[in-house]
Structure formats: C-alpha cells, structure tokens
Nanobody, 121 residues
Framework: QVQLQASGGGSVQAGGSLRLSCAFS????????LGWFRQAPGKKREFVAT????????TYRDSVKGRFTISRDNAKNTLYLQMNNLGPEDTAVYYCAADRPTIATTSAQYYGQGTLVTVSS
C-alpha cells in the first residue's frame, strides 16, 4: 500500500524559504504522478503543484508561480517542494499526494499526513 510521509514544515517570517520533502513507499514510485496540496485554517484544501511521473511536466497554482518549485528524485523515492518568498497567505498544512498515471488538481488517490507551514508577517 502506498504511503507518503511529508516533512520540512515550520515557522518562518515573510520572505523566508522552506523546503518540504515527501518520502514515498509501498509502490513503484516512478509510475506515479505526484503533487502538493494545502489546507489553510477554515478553508478547503487546494492544489499547490503537480509533477508528472517522469518529472518532465509540472503545474502550479497561479499564486505560487515563480516562488515555488516542485521536483522529484526517482532514485530516492522522494518528492520536494522548494518554497521561496513565503507570505502569510501561504500558511497552511501541506500534504503530498500520489496518483497514477496522472494526478488531478482536484484530488488524488493517496495523501500523506500533513506538515504545517506558518508564515508570520
């Protein structure tokens, strides 16, 4: 069974950076498309970024374009999200997700536990 373990969250000041990681196990990592979703307090979960199984295709929600970078290391079975120039609006619990052969921006088959990112102004 696919399991995802996110890490790397924390508290930063506005303008700071964080890198989230997600360890994948229980399946053929390279056959899965992956993504990051987030849920802010009192709001619905929203997609942040997705990456194709081979890593050649990525998508981002408009508000993070140019600031966040999603990447994957198929040799390490790990997904990453580099977040730069963070703002208070980025405060949320971040979830990594997996699906195959593609991943939708609305939902995914598997989610990991979340990691909390808090950005103070």
């Amino acid at each position: 069974q696919v399991q995802l373990q996110a890490s790397g969250g924390g508290s930063v000041q506005a303008g700071g950076s964080l890198r989230l990681s997600c360890a994948f196990s229980g399946g053929a990592f390279s056959s899965y498309a992956l993504g990051w979703f987030r849920q802010a307090p009192g709001k619905k979960r929203e997609f942040v970024a997705t990456i194709s199984w081979g890593g050649g295709s990525t998508t981002y929600r408009d508000s993070v374009k140019g600031r966040f970078t999603i990447s994957r290391d198929n040799a390490k079975n790990t997904l990453y999200l580099q977040m730069n120039n963070l703002g208070p609006e980025d405060t949320a619990v971040y979830y990594c997700a997996a699906d195959r052969p593609t991943i939708a921006t609305t939902s995914a088959q598997y989610y990991g536990q979340g990691t909390l990112v808090t950005v103070s102004s």
